[in-house]
């Protein structure tokens, strides 16, 4: 009885394991039969594709590796060509107070619905599509180093992407100007910080004043530390009282630190980026066929020709092709 046979590879030997029963009926039990066959570097070198032979198949088709990353490069080149092109304009914002919240604002719907509407992108689409739509044609970034707001449009035209940079920029700086109550209490906080800016001016002066004219050495000390308190009583109102007209006055064109561009080179597509992109996808794809190709015509013509028939019939019926 033939049992099953087991190949064991070390180096350049392969071990055959026969499992089986010796004929002799002095032995009951199976017993291990060890045949030994050697395979010579020559075998093995034949076993390996060597470099001459994808030289060789690289040469034969050398004609449809060079002409049709060529030709995929022109045709993606003139299909580019044809898409409609994006330009994009660029103005910039100096902000002191918060410019992330800005940034956020410019992108919100407080923002980008007057824009819609203004746009009459609400007439063919919903709300919500239209500035979902808006929303990809406008970007803010606020820069790492100096904080400067980089407003970002796009349209078909350069005339359309300054004129889009402009109607956000003055929506978005009504969204900014205090409103109501808050623009009420704006006004009573700066109200009350110039009166007090101006009283504490007299104190100092009179201070002053009085310093000069003292005679002991204890009250010029006395009068000097209490003189300082009100310098720093008067900077702290000043500052406050800058701060409360900077909200009161909003956002304003006098922040522009760039006005809208406008644009003359479109930034999209990038013809020769997608021509190079599309001639290494195609050179890349002709070589895996001419390589695939090779291997199947070497394997038809050996010992594996019937399986490669069976694949060839498998995947013609796959593809509803049928002989």
């Known amino acids: 009885m033939q049992g099953a046979v087991y190949h064991i590879a070390s180096d350049n030997t392969v071990d055959s394991v026969v499992y089986g029963k010796r004929l002799s009926p002095y032995i009951s039990q199976p017993d291990l039969i060890f045949q030994s066959s050697y395979m010579t570097p020559q075998d093995l070198d034949n076993d390996e594709i060597s470099l001459l032979d994808l030289a ?18 022109l045709i993606a080149l003139g299909v580019s060509s044809l898409l409609p092109k994006t330009f994009e304009s660029v ?47 406008v970007s803010m970034s606020v820069g790492r180093k100096d904080d400067l707001l980089t ?54 002066e009179r201070s002053s004043a009085l310093i000069g004219a003292a005679r002991s050495e204890n009250v010029v000390n006395a009068g000097l530390q ?28 006098a922040n522009l630190a760039q006005t809208p561009t406008l644009p003359t080179e479109h930034v999209a597509p990038k013809r020769s980026l997608i021509s190079v992109l599309a001639a290494l996808a195609t050179g890349f794809a002709l070589l895996l066929f001419v390589f695939i190709r090779k291997a199947l015509a070497s394997a038809a013509a050996g010992e594996d020709g019937e399986r490669v028939r069976q694949i060839k019939s498998s995947l013609l019926v796959a593809v509803g092709i049928r002989r």
């Open 56 to 73: 060789l198949t690289v040469a034969e088709n050398l004609r449809l590796l060079i002409v049709g990353p060529i030709a995929a490069g």
């Open 226 to 253: 209490g003189y300082a308190q009100l310098i720093a009583l008067q900077q702290s109102l000043a500052i406050q009282i800058a701060n409360d007209e900077r909200s009161l006055r909003g956002l304003t064109e």
């Open 91 to 137: 103005a910039i914002l100096n902000v002191i107070d918060q410019p992330e919240q800005v940034a956020s604002l410019a992108k919100s719907a407080a923002v980008l619905d007057p824009v819609a509407e203004q746009l009459g992108l609400t007439k063919s689409a919903t709300k919500d599509a239209a500035r979902a739509k808006l929303s990809g044609w």
């Open 151 to 204: 407003l970002t449009t796009k349209g078909k035209s350069g005339e359309e992407a300054q004129a889009l940079a402009n109607v956000v920029l003055a929506q978005l700086f009504a969204a900014l100007t205090p409103k109501g109550q808050d623009a009420t209490d704006l006004e009573k906080n700066l109200s009350l910080a110039r009166v007090l800016y101006a009283n504490n001016q007299l104190v100092i």
